[in-house]
């Protein structure tokens, strides 16, 4: 069975490989360190399963917005249902702040990523230009905002 919990520093290593193995430019475990002990602002929540931790995903609570920080899910989960959990938990979180939305960025090339998010209602809302450095690629900005 797959638990959604709160990211607890125990799990940063586990994450940390996961991150690896996702992106081009990781996260150290010092930042993921840094946004449990030190932000305030920020709700991180694991997808964990006996032990092992499937999937992360992250949110700074800015004013009435959620920003979503990443998320990702290991490899050999993918497609299986876990990326699915992980926003369910996010917009639940949302939803008890009572956010008027959710946005984030993602690559123009992150089908993957975007189909996941349009099926939650996000929608393009604008595009930032050269904001991923290591190639210079464009972010779409999406929102999912929510009707009170
Ligand atoms: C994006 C990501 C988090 C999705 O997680 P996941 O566990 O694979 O997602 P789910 O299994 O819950 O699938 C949810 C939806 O995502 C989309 N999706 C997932 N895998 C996909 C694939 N291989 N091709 C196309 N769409 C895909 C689909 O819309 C899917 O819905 P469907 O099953 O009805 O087709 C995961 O692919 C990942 O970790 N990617 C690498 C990290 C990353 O790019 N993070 C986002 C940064 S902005």
New binding site residues.
Partial sequence: MIKIISMKEEHIPQIYEIEKS??TIPWSKDAFEKELKENPLAYYIVAESKGNIL?YAGMWKIADEGHIT????HPD????????LLMQGIIEEAQRNHFIGLT?E?RES????Q??YK?FGFVNEGIRKGYYQDTGENAVIMWKYFKE
């Fill in positions: 996702c992106f999937g990443n998320i990702a899910v989960f993918q497609h299986q249902g876990v990326g699915t984030l993602v992150n089908i993957k990523a189909n996941l099926k």
